[in-house]
Structure formats: C-alpha cells, structure tokens
C-alpha cells in the first residue's frame, strides 16, 4: 500500500485483484486509508520559473502551508518542518520561527504529490525547516523512500546546519542518504550570527565530521555556501574554503543569496559568483555555481508561504509511516 502511494500509483495498479492477497479488514478500510493519505498534502499553488523549476505550495490536512520545489532533472526539494527554529539570518523561513513538525507521511506525502505532475528520482531535504530537528520523521520518510519509494540511496539527500545525532545515527540507519552541510562560512563567529540557533560547531569541525560520514558511505559530502555580498564572498572566504576542503571527499555548492523582502542583505553579481568558483576550482576544490530555484518569480525558500499563508494554530493529529503500519 506504502509503496503504491509513494510512487503516486492507484492502490489497484498491481496485476493482481486486491481481494486475491488482500486481508479482508484492510481491504474493507483501504478507500478510507487512501483518503487519508490523499489529505495529508494538496497542491494550493504552483508557480514556474524560467529555470524549469516548479515551486509547489501546499496545503497540509491542518490547513497550514509548505513548500515543495519541483527541479530539473526530476528532482524534488521537500519540507520537514512548519517554519524553523534555526533562525538564519538571511531565510525568510527562518523569521517566522518553528510552529510544528512535520509527520513522516507528510513528508512522503510531498514526493507522492510532485509525482502526479513530473517523475521524481531524487529527493533533497532542503526546504522549509531544519531536518535535524525533526530526525525521527524525516529517517522514517527516507527509509521508505529509498526502500518501497524507487529512490536510489544517494538522491536522497538530507541537509543539516550540523547535529550530533546526524553524524551518530545516519550511519547506523538501513538507508544511507548522502549528506549536504550548510557551512556559509569558515568563520565560527560569523556563523554564529547568520545561523543563531544552530549548534556551535567550528567550521573544521563540520568539516571533520562530514568527511567522515563520506568515507564511510562512498558518497562526497555537499557543503552548502549561500552567497551574500559583503558577508562572505570575499577572498579571505576563498583561502578558508581552501583550506578547510582541498584533499576532501567533498563538493562545494556556491548559491547566489535568494533576495528577501525587508531585508537589507543582496546576492553578489554573477560575475564575481562565477569568478570564486573558479578560483577554488583552480585551487583543488570541485565546485558547482547553482542558482537558487524560482528567484524570477521571487519564490525563495518560505516566500510562498509567506504570500500566502493564514497560520492557522489547532490541535494536530498527524500521520506516521509506523502508523500506517499498524505500529
């Protein structure tokens, strides 16, 4: 049943008849289970960018709003969290604070959704909220996904400004997803101001742990760098990235700042984005200039939501995969 939903194919999409295999109970209870799971995540908007991405905002049972973002080359960006409690500077996500987590079928639920517009093979946790926060559901989404969801292990890709029980658990787990750190900087202090509430963790240290996690999985670690002017683009940024990565397992992912409304920070230009990559790559370190998705139709990571949303504020009841289970 897990397995027919993930992959946004009907609950008798299989050769055989239901009631050949079928227990008799969940036969009788399956068109209120599809229900259910039909109501977890329901497209409220979407909106194309020139880029070929296609941002999603989407309505959860509750009536509170999330983000998904559709990629080239079928991937798919997914939410964990209501909001975040991280409280970088520069998010828009982030200056709403945490209002709930997300269920693992919720998170699922975003990938069975996006499946009914374009195929998805790989799936990032990089959209709202921070998904060590909510590791017990996100590790639960991953594990169906790369299991009875058709997702190779290493599309999954699980962002993290950097917790202890990543680095702990991730290898423990039965699906191994490959790992992307949010540094932005190889200041500490520096970080510490554009990531207030994230665990203070030095650069190198970051590092270290990454680099671990990437020998032990064969998979390189991406290392996550927003680009903002006058904060950290500078060529003192440059010889610190160097440092902290040549000889790495490791890929640098430089991303022009997203421009937020009201606040004052701006993305370098493209030229001088374009020029860091090429120096670090002439330095030794493999590194990809993207562009954030959907900053033409200023979509940004919580810019939908922040359109959009009424927050509504209720009890919850949410659905697990254990659940579903009958665990």
């Avoid at 050769?15 to 259910?36: I, N, S, V």
């Avoid at 400004?161 to 039965?174: H, K, S, T, W």
């Avoid at 970051?206 to 290392?223: D, K, S």
């Avoid at 790495?248 to 230009?269: C, E, Q, T, W």
Wanted: aromatic share 4%; charged share 20%; with cysteine.
């Amino acid at each position: 049943m897990l397995r027919l939903w993930a992959n946004a194919q009907p609950q008798d999409a299989g050769k055989r008849k239901l009631e050949d295999f079928m227990p008799r109970p969940l036969l009788h209870a399956l068109p209120a289970l599809t229900q259910q799971l039909a109501g977890l995540a329901r497209l409220h908007s979407q909106h194309a960018g020139e880029d070929g991405s296609l941002r999603l905002a989407v309505t959860l049972h509750d009536g509170q709003l999330i983000e998904s973002v559709l990629l080239r080359r079928d991937g798919l960006c997914v939410s964990t969290q209501v909001g975040c409690a991280v409280g970088c500077v520069f998010c828009m996500t982030g200056q709403g604070g945490l209002l709930r987590q997300l269920s693992s079928g919720e998170i699922v639920a975003q990938v069975a959704l996006a499946r009914t517009l374009r195929p998805v093979r790989k799936v990032v946790f990089m959209g709202m909220g921070e998904p060590a926060h909510n590791l017990d559901a996100v590790l639960e989404a991953i594990d169906l996904l790369g299991t009875g969801g058709g997702i190779g292990h290493k599309n999954l890709v699980f962002s993290t400004v950097g917790d202890e029980r990543v680095f702990r658990q991730l290898p423990e787990q039965r699906v191994k997803p490959a790992l992307a750190l949010s540094l932005h900087t190889t200041k500490a202090a520096l970080r510490a101001q554009l990531l207030p509430r994230a665990p203070r963790f030095d650069p190198a240290d970051l590092v270290m742990h990454g680099e671990r996690y990437a020998r032990a999985t064969g998979y390189p670690i991406q290392y996550q760098w927003t680009l903002i002017e006058g904060v950290n683009d500078g060529d003192d940024e440059i010889d610190g990235i160097v440092q902290l990565l040549h000889g790495k397992y490791a890929l640098m992912n430089l991303i022009p700042y997203n421009s937020v409304d009201g606040l004052s920070f701006r993305r370098p230009s493209w030229e001088r984005a374009a020029d860091m990559a090429r120096q670090l790559h002439r330095r030794g370190v493999l590194t990809k200039l993207r562009q954030s998705a959907g900053q033409d139709v200023e979509a940004g990571c919580g810019q939908l939501r922040a359109r959009s949303a009424t927050p509504v504020s209720r009890p919850q009841r949410t659905v697990t995969i254990h659940a579903l289970h009958g665990r």
